[in-house]
Nanobody, 118 residues
Framework: QVQLVESGGGLVLPGESLRLSCAAS????????MNWYRQAPGKGRELVAT????????NYPDSVKGRFTISRDNAKNTVYLQMNSLKSEDTATYYC???????????WGQGTQVTVSS
């Protein structure tokens, strides 16, 4: 059974930092590209970070570039999202996604809430 379990969300002040974690089980982690998405109330799901299966390449949209950093530890089957200089517009539920590097297997976590508010 495949599980992606996110943790690390919470309530922070603008300008503060959070680190999200996503622990995977039931998959051969090193064969999956990993992504972080977010969804704010009333909005669609937005891709915020991508890392390839061995971590050689990452990608971010302009909205988070320079503030968010995705990383992974294949020995721990875990992907991370370091979020710095958080803004109120970063408030959303953050989801971990695993996408196999060549087939159609695709899995989602249950999400973790990040709220940035003064």
């Amino acid at each position: 059974q495949v599980q992606l379990v996110e943790s690390g969300g919470g309530l922070v002040l603008p300008g503060e930092s959070l680190r999200l974690s996503c622990a995977a089980s039931g998959i051969t982690f090193s064969t999956y590209h990993m992504n972080w998405y977010r969804q704010a109330p009333g909005k669609g799901r937005e891709l915020v970070a991508t890392i390839t299966n061995y971590g050689s390449s990452t990608n971010y949209p302009d909205s988070v570039k320079g503030r968010f950093t995705i990383s992974r530890d294949n020995a721990k089957n875990t992907v991370y999202l370091q979020m710095n200089s958080l803004k109120s517009e970063d408030t959303a539920t953050y989801y971990c996604n695993a996408r196999h590097y060549y087939n159609t297997y695709n899995y989602w976590g249950q999400g973790t809430q990040v709220t940035v508010s003064s």
